[in-house]
């Protein structure tokens, strides 16, 4: 049982022992380029670890799929990134497929 709200007790267990969320933070910690939502906005950040590479061309794709697990819709967006940064992907927000309701998806 983790000791909610407290992130580092969602980390390990009670015994100390690494849940799968360690490895999910892990894996994520591990990439130079990590993409992640703004659910305040709904807002597309991408961060670049790497302090050698810039990134002028590259871009993001978000999937959106329904709850019997096929895609709903893609959007791709421009995201422009220097070395060691992180910036909104150009186009803005990520625009919310017609065919799901916001009471339908869990995150």
């Not at 022992?17 to 939502?37: C, I, K, N, R, W």
């Amino acid at each position: 049982q983790t000791p909610w709200p407290s992130l580092r007790g969602f980390l390990y267990d009670w015994w100390l022992e690494p849940t799968g969320a360690f490895y999910g933070v892990q894996a994520a910690a591990s990439d130079s380029v990590h993409a992640q939502l703004d659910r305040g906005d709904w807002g597309v950040r991408v961060v670049n670890k790497d302090v050698a590479a810039a990134l002028p061309a590259s871009s993001v794709t978000a999937e959106w799929f329904g709850l019997d697990g096929k895609r709903v819709a893609t959007e791709t967006m421009r995201a422009p990134l220097v070395a060691a940064s992180s910036s909104r992907a150009a186009d803005g927000a990520v625009h919310w497929p017609a065919a799901l309701s916001r009471e339908s998806v869990g995150f």
